[in-house]
């Protein structure tokens, strides 16, 4: 049985029980969005680099994915930029 954390729930020791918890979830659909908070990149970062850390693929292409729709929906990302 899957354990489903709700979205107030978030922080970052959740994002950690969930990516070593292959049963537990964020969400039954669309759980990347989620994680689409730039807060928790330290926690993403860190789980990413974890080799044993069951979900740290399915962590980088979340993450990657963010940062995509972030840099190319977001004007003000693309304004701050020190070359722009």
Known sequence: MSRVIEWDDITPELVREWAYNEDTLLLEQDEDLLLYDWELLPTLLELIADQDC???KWI???LCQH???SVTR???VRTSWPWH
């Open 54 to 56: 069951p979900k740290r």
């Open 60 to 62: 980088y292409f979340a």
């Open 74 to 76: 977001d004007s003000s």
């Open 67 to 69: 940062t995509r729709e």
